[in-house]
């Protein structure tokens, strides 16, 4: 049985943009590529969350990003979601500025994915964060996926 992965939007931002004029957003892009050829290790999917942010933005770039999606299941935003995303904000556990990170968080997590994939080490992939949001969702009786980057779920996979 495949594992299931969430994929946020930073993910399909880095596997679709022009090529990065910095060093961090090259790796980032091409470490992205590279997880992308294995995808098919995984079941994907995104929520209309992800569909919306990556249909944002210049026509051009939302026609990239969106094509890469065309076959990726939808996750339903359902109440349960929004509540955990609102009381994650509530509480101070997410900025109020990150609501759509914490909406990210709660979808995947309603959903009982393995992975949540992230380029978002700010808000989503920050271990501080992860810590305080894990102990939230246990109270609740709900488990946090495990929120990684292309790279760490790349694993060895990039040792060629």
Known sequence: MKRKVY???SVISYLTARPSKTILGAA????TQAWWEFRNQY???ISESVWRECAAGDLVAAQRRLSVLTDIPLLVIDENALNIASELVQE???PSKAV?????????????VDYLLTWNCRHIANPEIQRSISAFLEQQGLFL???CTPEELLGNENDE
């Open 28 to 31: 980032h892009q091409q470490i």
């Open 7 to 9: 994929i946020e939007t």
């Open 145 to 147: 996926p495990f929120i």
């Open 92 to 94: 101070g556990i997410v």
């Open 100 to 112: 759509e990170d914490a909406l990210h968080i709660a979808i995947a997590t309603v959903h009982g």
């Open 43 to 45: 079941e994907l999917f």
